[in-house]
């Protein structure tokens, strides 16, 4: 069976409830979208660290609940994991506010069982982190996990990057824009936005921000409800359709990576794929919060055609 390593932070979310109550959950992109690729078919593990705390114990509890491999989640005696909180807008566009300057999960690069969780990602049929994992790690951390990264390409290991940025974890934009190029230049697949791409590297025509991108296999999602696709060289142009309703749009982009990938492991094209990953994030922006009910998960529907797994 494929197996995906999924590499970044989960933390506790706060999200709005009715008035002023606050709801408690957890989640962090890459860990929202190991979860949606576990609900979809795929085999996926979370590499991360957490603390000893019974927060912690919740988190990997409910992740084992959602059929997710924890054999590489390290646990940091004394710490804790972030927190954030979510506050929407009427139109469900969200605001993040982080407390998790000393999480566990920035130590990852820097425990004893590091260098191994590093050597076991060849292991795997395919990597996937984003830009927000890139931020948690010092310097010297992001450049042992990208040599990791190239060294699990000499096998059979694939690459999928989420371009996805948050400006709050790169103080200095200048290091942000290096490690997103030192990134691109590894990643077999990107997975990209418009509005990841323009504060690091200027408005410019989807078409210039796609040239950027060395990836065989790139998706642009667009200003607009829709996506640019550039697979082997062929450019297409996919429209999401329409959403009735709008309640809170985190981890749209997350769930679209989930689906996207999860579609082409099925051997579905990268067309096929974009649109199953617009038509989970359609499903996945009528609910609050990161995570949504199981019992609302669509079914294989989502994928429109069923095909076979198959390895990209």
């Known amino acids: 069976m494929t197996t995906v390593a999924c590499i970044g932070e989960c933390m506790i979310e706060l999200s709005q409830g009715a008035g002023d109550q606050l709801t408690r959950g957890y989640g962090g992109d890459t860990l929202n979208t190991a979860v949606y690729l576990a609900r979809l ?68 690069l820097d425990l004893p069982e590091t260098e191994a969780m590093l050597a076991a990602l060849a292991g795997y049929d395919m ?34 990057f989420d371009t996805n940025f948050r400006s709050q974890g790169w103080p200095v934009l200048d290091t942000a824009r290096q490690v997103y190029r030192d990134m691109l230049a590894v990643a077999d697949i990107v997975l990209a936005s418009v509005d990841d791409l323009t504060p690091l590297f200027g408005a410019r025509m989807h ?30 142009t996919v429209k999401a359709e329409p959403v009735s309703r709008v309640v809170d749009t985190t981890a749209a982009g997350d769930s679209f990576s989930a689906a996207y990938l999860a579609a082409r492991l099925r051997g579905l094209t990268p067309v096929e794929a974009a649109k199953a990953g617009h038509r989970l994030a359609g499903v ?11 019992t609302e998960m669509p079914s294989d529907r989502i994928f429109n055609v069923i095909g076979t797994e198959r390895p990209l």
Do not use: C
Not at 129 to 134: A, D, Y
Not at 214 to 229: F, Q, Y
């Open 41 to 108: 078919g795929v085999k996926a593990d979370y590499i991360t660290a957490l603390g000893d705390d019974p927060l912690s114990d919740e988190m990997v509890e409910a992740w084992k609940g959602e059929g997710i491999g924890t054999v590489h989640v390290s646990r940091v005696s004394g710490k804790l994991p972030g927190l954030y909180a979510i506050r929407t807008s009427e139109a469900g566009e969200r605001s993040f506010y982080y407390w998790r300057e000393n999480a566990a999960a920035r130590m990852l």
């Open 127 to 160: 990597i996937y982190l984003s830009g927000v994992t890139l931020s948690l790690y010092s310097a010297d951390g992001r450049q042992r996990l990208i040599d990791a990264l190239r060294r699990a390409r000499k096998g059979s290991t694939r690459v999928a």
């Open 207 to 236: 078409g210039e921000l796609i040239d950027r991108m060395a990836a065989r296999e790139v998706v642009l999602k667009l200003a607009t409800p829709g996506s640019v696709v550039r697979h082997d060289g062929v450019e297409d």
């Open 284 to 294: 996945v922006v009528g609910h609050r919060g990161a995570i949504i009910p199981r």
